[in-house]
């Protein structure tokens, strides 16, 4: 088992800005379960980000922003988990990640993501190619669609389907690979 010194920061995003949102309960499953090797920090500003506006990036960004960039550029991996809405991401998770596009915070970042969704297909496509554009470092395992989430991740933040369990195993592992 790892010390407490080797354990890796990850900045945990979750596209639901919902009270009680099964990604966000993901998250935090995660953050509890993997505790001996993962320190999760659970972003919580995604709903305080202003629309993303180009003339600001190139004048003085908003604090809030400075600050989200400066959160990814010092976490060791970032962990994305989100819904689908209306067959794309939801705009708050499409919107943080624009805050980004002009920076290089994402340039060979360890990331794994989550699409939780009743379906997911498309945000899933979505988020991997938006991802990929600004070249955070995804492993191939360090990609999981879980659909069909509202069955499989009880109020408590269990999550009651084995195979559900095997996948985010199997992604937190890939995580940790592609960090060292
Ligand atoms: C505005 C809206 C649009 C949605 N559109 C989709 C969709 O296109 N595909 C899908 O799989 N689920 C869709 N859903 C259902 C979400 O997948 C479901 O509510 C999910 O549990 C949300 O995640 P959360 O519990 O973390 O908030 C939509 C939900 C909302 C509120």
């Known amino acids: 088992m790892e010390t ?20 966000e309960l993901i998250l935090k499953f995660i953050g509890q379960h993997y505790a001996d090797v993962l320190e999760v ?9 202003p629309h993303f506006n180009p ?6 960004p908003p604090a809030v922003v400075i600050e989200f960039r400066e959160k990814i550029q010092a ?25 980004t596009v002009s920076t290089t915070v994402f340039s060979d970042k360890p990331t794994a993501f989550i699409v ?23 492993a191939l395992d360090s990609r999981l669609l879980i659909q069909g989430v509202k069955g499989k991740v009880g109020p ?11 996948g985010i195993d199997t992604l937190v592992n890939s995580l940790l690979n592609s960090i060292d």
């Open 4 to 23: 407490v010194k080797n354990k890796k920061r990850i900045l945990a995003i979750s596209g639901s800005t919902r009270r009680n949102s099964s990604n």
């Open 41 to 49: 920090e659970l972003y919580e500003g995604i709903d305080l980000l």
């Open 55 to 60: 003339d600001l990036v190139k004048e003085n």
């Open 75 to 99: 976490a060791d991996g970032i962990l994305i988990c989100t819904p689908e809405y209306v067959f794309s991401l939801p705009g708050s998770m499409k919107n943080a990640l624009e805050w």
């Open 116 to 138: 939780a969704s009743a379906s997911g297909a498309e945000a899933f496509q979505s988020l991997n190619l938006i991802l990929t554009t600004i070249q955070a470092k995804i």
């Open 156 to 166: 408590l933040g269990q999550i009651n389907d084995s195979a559900t369990r095997q």
